[in-house]
């Protein structure tokens, strides 16, 4: 098997693993976490009815001027306080955190602490 096919599929199987524990609803969906090198997106999600309640990103156009880098956990922080409110401004005050395949650790970490500090509990 070839490196890269084999290492995505550690990553599949990482995120999959992770993941069969979070299972979002309508009354607490789930807060889904997306790292890339230069930028950090998460979202809220309703998995039951399969839709996007809330999502927030350092590529979104109103946190882009905030931001100078969007993967560092200064940014980090920032947008775990704008899906904070964001979410409860859609009604959401409980969630069910997925990291996906990432550690608890430095930007996401920083991600959730800001979330958890702007009123959101999981």
């Known amino acids: 098997m070839k490196p890269q096919k084999a290492l995505n599929i550690r990553r599949w199987r990482r995120t999959n693993r992770v993941r069969k524990g979070v299972r979002g609803d309508a009354g607490r969906p789930r807060l889904s976490v997306y790292r890339s090198n230069a930028h950090l997106y998460c979202q809220v999600v309703d998995d039951e009815s399969g839709r996007t309640l809330a999502s927030a990103s350092t ?4 946190l882009r001027d905030q931001v ?3 993967g560092n956990c200064t940014a980090a922080k920032l947008v775990g306080e704008v899906i904070a409110q964001r979410a409860q401004a859609a009604g959401i ?3 069910k955190f997925d990291r996906g395949r990432y550690k608890y650790h430095g930007r996401v970490a920083e991600l959730a602490e800001a979330a958890r500090a702007a009123g959101l509990s999981f």
């Open 59 to 62: 590529r979104d156009k109103d």
């Open 93 to 95: 005050t409980q969630v």
């Open 68 to 70: 100078t880098k969007g």
